[in-house]
C-alpha cells in the first residue's frame, strides 16, 4: 500500500478517561531529543476532560498532535483508525500512563539507520526495553545487546519475558489489521504474531520506556470476571490462532501451548455463557488433538473461574 509520510516517526497514543494521565506523556514527548514526530491521540469515547486537555497541549505543543474521538470500540479500531490517519513511516504505540525516555525516539531512529536500506524491507522494526517506576528492566533482557531475531523466536527459544517497547513500519502494519468483527478486546499478539511470520525485529537492551502502575485498575472479582466474559471472543481468537500457526515451537514451550489448548475451550464456555454465536474452528488435527486432551482441565478452569472469591 504506498502511502506518502511526511515524518520519521508516529507516536500512537489510544485513551479512555485518562485525561489526568496524559500530561505526563505529553511532557516525555516535549522532552525528546528527536523531533521528527508526529503524536495521533485516539479517544476511544471518554467521558471525561480528554478533549480539553488535548486542546491545551496544541497550544503549547512543538510537534504535530492530532485528537480524534471515536465511539467506544476498543484499542483494535483505534490502532487501525490511526494508521489510516498516520504521516510518519514508523509507528510506535505509547499507552497514556506511559513515560517515553528523553532519548527514545533517537536511540530507536539510530538503530533502524543503522541496518543497510538494502537491508531494511527485510525488518519490521526496532524493539527495546521498558522500565518500571523504580527504574528497573521489566522482564528480561535479550540475549545481546543488539540482535536480529523475531518476536516468535523471542519468546519461544530465548524465553524472553516482559512488556516491550518499540515501533513497526507504518506500511506493514497497514497490511496486518486488527480484526473488527470481532467482539471487545483483541490481544495484540494476533497481529504482531503474524507479522513475526514474515519480517524480523533488531531488538536492543536500551530502556526505551517507563510503565507507571494504574492505581484506578479495578481488580475485584465481579469485575475481572465480566472482562473474562466481554472478551472471551478475543482470547479465543487468539487461542486458535497460536494453536493453528505456532505449535512448530512446541518441543521449546511445551505447557504453555498446554495452557492455550485449555483456554480455547475455556473462553468458548464464557463465549456460550455469554450467548456469543461466533466459533473459532482449528483445522489442525495436532491441535485438535491438544485441545480434546486439555477439555478436562478447561472445563476446571471454566468452573473455577465463577468460584473465585475476593
Not at 71 to 83: F, I, M, R, S, Y
Not at 218 to 241: P, V
Not at 261 to 273: G, I, V
Request: aromatic fraction near 14%; include cysteine; hydrophobic fraction near 40%.
Amino acid at each position: 500500500m504506498n502511502k506518502e509520510f511526511l515524518y520519521t516517526f508516529t507516536v500512537f497514543t489510544p485513551t479512555y478517561n485518562r485525561a489526568h494521565l496524559l500530561p505526563r506523556l505529553f511532557e516525555s514527548l516535549r522532552s525528546q531529543s528527536f523531533i521528527d514526530f508526529e503524536w495521533i491521540i485516539i479517544d476511544d469515547g471518554s467521558e471525561d476532560e480528554t478533549s480539553e486537555t488535548v486542546q491545551a497541549f496544541n497550544s503549547i505543543g512543538s510537534f504535530p498532535i492530532l485528537y480524534q474521538y471515536q465511539p467506544h470500540q476498543h484499542k483494535k479500531v483505534a490502532h487501525n483508525l490511526a494508521l489510516k490517519l498516520a504521516r510518519g513511516k514508523l509507528f510506535l504505540p505509547v499507552d497514556s500512563d506511559d513515560e517515553l525516555l528523553p532519548t527514545a525516539l533517537e536511540i530507536l531512529s539510530q538503530n533502524w539507520n543503522e541496518i543497510p536500506e538494502d537491508q531494511q524491507a527485510l525488518y519490521a522494526g526496532v524493539t527495546g526495553l521498558r522500565i518500571d517506576e523504580s527504574n528497573k528492566i521489566i522482564g528480561t533482557k535479550f540475549p545481546l545487546n543488539k540482535m536480529d531475531s523475531t518476536s516468535l523466536d523471542m519468546f519461544y527459544c530465548y524465553k524472553i519475558k516482559g512488556d516491550k517497547c518499540g515501533f513497526i513500519r507504518t506500511d506493514i502494519l497497514l497490511e496486518f489489521p486488527f480484526p473488527e468483527n470481532i467482539p471487545n478486546h483483541v490481544p495484540e499478539g494476533v497481529v504482531f504474531s503474524k507479522i513475526a511470520r514474515f519480517y524480523k525485529t533488531r531488538y536492543i537492551n536500551e530502556p526505551l520506556l517507563k510503565a507507571y502502575k494504574n492505581a484506578n485498575q479495578i481488580t475485584n472479582y465481579k469485575y475481572q470476571l465480566r472482562l473474562l466474559q466481554e472478551n472471551a471472543d478475543g482470547h479465543a481468537y487468539w487461542a486458535r490462532e497460536i494453536l493453528t500457526n505456532e505449535l512448530d515451537y512446541f518441543r521449546q514451550r511445551p505447557f504453555w501451548f498446554f495452557k492455550i489448548a485449555a483456554n480455547y475451550t475455556r473462553f468458548h464456555l464464557h463465549m456460550k455463557m455469554k450467548g456469543s454465536l461466533n466459533k473459532y474452528p482449528i483445522q489442525s488435527k495436532q491441535a485438535k488433538g491438544l485441545v480434546l486432551a486439555m477439555l478436562p482441565i478447561a472445563t476446571i478452569r471454566f468452573l473455577l473461574d465463577y468460584r473465585r472469591k475476593n
